[in-house]
């Protein structure tokens, strides 16, 4: 099984993950008010997903991540949308990211320094589909079995979907990623959501979750993502990994599941201000997660260059 991540850490030595999707959606008028949240524009408004995806390709984003995240075959389905209907949205999910690279790579101008990026299928937590704020909690009260049962059939065709890599995302607790990383047959990575400096969500410890996702054959990177920017630092100097690791933070925002809505203040641009140190604390693929913008993936990837050339500059006595 190869690494697509490979030629990436081999020449430029990082990877700029994308940022916000559906937050960024709803900045721009989308109205995502719906158990389905951005997965509701892959029936209501592709177009409007496809040219966000590139926006952050332009924006240096390494990698495009589908709208697949809340999309699930029992979340279609509680809105009446039978199994073969689902199963095109998710695909529609990755064919959208993989138009908008098309697109972008097909224009010269947008090559100079950059590798082709690449394209990752978005396997959200089950707490997701819920839509009750519990992929930050985990505690979901299902066996092994039974997020194995739930996550199977939609991993199954976003490994036949054409996507580079599978992201597995903000994954709340040990069970969930030992049922995922059971599963796995493609590329994929596992991100965490953490609730502090040493834990995931569901109160498991992170460095003993990053042990278990980095054993699987099919892992090739594992971290942390919608944690607040202040916890990274920390998680990163405990989360020892084989694999390269990976963080993409939130803006620092909470999400209010009862209202709905994110409460607190932004913390958005001290991700790239952050970034450097997170890579020097060995994290490779960096990026934003909700409430983050193409603007902060810009500054993340310049920040990052920067820390490179200044990395490999030669030392002056």
């Not at 999707?21 to 989308?30: I, K, P, S, V, Y």
Request: charged share 25%.
């Amino acid at each position: 099984m190869g690494n697509p991540l490979a030629r990436f850490l081999d020449s430029q030595r990082f990877v700029i993950l994308d940022g916000g999707l559906a937050t960024e959606l709803e900045r721009r008028g989308a109205d995502l008010r719906d158990p389905l949240w951005s997965a509701k524009l892959l029936l209501d408004a592709p177009e409007m997903i496809e040219e966000l995806h590139y926006d952050y390709f332009v924006a240096g984003a390494d990698v495009g991540t589908g709208a697949s995240y809340q999309a699930s075959f029992q979340g279609f389905l509680a809105r009446g949308i039978d199994a073969a209907r689902a199963e095109h949205l998710l695909r529609l999910s990755v064919a959208l990211v993989r138009r908008a690279r098309q697109r972008f790579w097909s224009d010269e101008r947008n090559r100079a320094g950059r590798i082709e990026p690449l394209v990752a299928a978005s396997v959200g937590c089950y707490g997701a589909m819920l839509h009750d704020g519990s992929e930050y909690r985990g505690d979901y009260g299902l066996s092994r079995a039974e997020l194995r049962t739930f996550h199977e059939r939609r991993l199954r065709v976003l490994e036949d979907s054409g996507a580079d890599i599978i992201a597995c995302e903000t994954i709340p607790s040990r069970l969930e990623a030992e049922a995922l990383v059971s599963l796995l047959e493609a590329p994929a990575w596992i991100s965490f959501s953490c609730r502090n400096e040493r834990e995931v969500s569901h109160g498991e410890d992170f460095a003993e979750c990053v042990r278990l996702a980095s054993r699987a054959s099919a892992v090739v990177a594992v971290g942390m993502n919608c944690t607040h920017p202040r916890y990274v630092s920390g998680l990163l100097s405990i989360g020892a990994s084989d694999k390269p690791r990976l963080c993409y933070p939130n803006s620092g925002e909470v999400w209010d599941a009862d209202r709905k809505e994110w409460t607190g203040s932004t913390d958005s641009s001290s991700i790239a201000q952050l970034a450097p140190t997170w890579y020097r604390l060995g994290a490779r693929l960096i990026g934003g997660c909700c409430r983050t913008s193409p603007e902060t993936i810009t500054t993340i990837r310049r920040a990052l260059t920067e820390q490179v050339i200044t990395q490999d500059a030669p030392h002056r006595s």
